[in-house]
Nanobody, 124 residues
Framework: QVQLVESGGGLVQAGGSLRVSCAAS????????MGWFRQAPGKEREFVAG????????YYADSVKGRFTISRDNAKNTVYLQMNSLKPEDTAVYYC?????????????????WGKGTQVTVSS
């Protein structure tokens, strides 16, 4: 499986912005879609955003649509999540995930292992 390392989390006030990054290694990064998931304390892990192998298509959860932007740089084997207009309910540990295919929606969140993620805390 591909090795993924998240970074860039931190503390930000509501309405602020933050960009988290995910560095990948171990596989042909550009061949697969990538996604961001998050998990708040006491809640289930949920899908946030996905991007296709080339970056040509993206897909967002309704809760973040219009505020978050997922992007990737295949030359750097890195996927990003730009988070704007942050809300306290965005507070969670953010994880990245490799897709099963090259699409932006094909993930298996209940299988395989997860990395350490990066903590994003939004204060009100």
């Amino acid at each position: 499986q591909v090795q993924l390392v998240e970074s860039g989390g931190g503390l930000v006030q509501a309405g602020g912005s933050l960009r988290v990054s995910c560095a990948a290694s171990g596989r042909t990064f550009s061949s697969y879609g990538m996604g961001w998931f998050r998990q708040a304390p006491g809640k289930e892990r949920e899908f946030v955003a996905g991007i296709s192998w080339s970056g040509g298509s993206t897909y967002y959860a309704d809760s973040v649509k219009g505020r978050f932007t997922i992007s990737r740089d295949n030359a750097k084997n890195t996927v990003y999540l730009q988070m704007n207009s942050l809300k306290p309910e965005d507070t969670a540990v953010y994880y990245c995930r490799a897709g099963n295919t090259g699409g932006s929606r094909d993930f298996s969140p209940d299988s395989g292992s997860w990395g350490k993620g990066t903590q994003v805390t939004v204060s009100s």
